[in-house]
Nanobody
Framework: QGQLLESGGGSVQAGGSLRLSCIAS????????MAWFRQAPGKEREGVAR???????VYTDPVRGRFTISQDSSARTVYLQMNNMKPEDSATYFC?????????????????WGRGTQVTVSS
């Protein structure tokens, strides 16, 4: 059975950086789309960034210009480099996978999810 495993969460001060990693099983990684979502307490899960097997990337407005998603296909790993972090970036970050024909942030279209990793940014 396929799985996703996140790592790299932690605590950082505003303006600092963190890098998250997500390693995927082969069947999941080969679907062609990997994404990061986040969910803060009391809020809905929201998209952060996604990357296709073509290398194309998509970012949401709150993180564009500060976060960078990348992947190492040989290691089946996706990264999220987070720079100039803000307190509002505090959340549980989830790795998710979908088919490469998915061009949406709708969570029901992402069939596989990691358990999440906590990120806390203090002011």
């Amino acid at each position: 059975q396929g799985q996703l495993l996140e790592s790299g969460g932690g605590s950082v001060q505003a303006g600092g950086s963190l890098r998250l990693s997500c390693i995927a099983s082969p069947d999941i990684f080969n679907r062609g789309l990997m994404a990061w979502f986040r969910q803060a307490p009391g809020k809905e899960r929201e998209g952060v960034a996604r990357i296709y097997d073509s290398g194309a990337t998509v970012y949401t407005d709150p993180v564009r210009g500060r976060f960078t998603i990348s992947q190492d296909s040989s290691a089946r790993t996706v990264y999220l480099q987070m720079n100039n972090m803000k307190p509002e970036d505090s959340a549980t970050y989830f790795c998710a996978a979908s088919n490469r024909l998915n061009f949406s942030w709708a969570t029901y279209l992402y069939k596989d999810w990691g358990r999440g990793t906590q990120v806390t940014v203090s002011s």
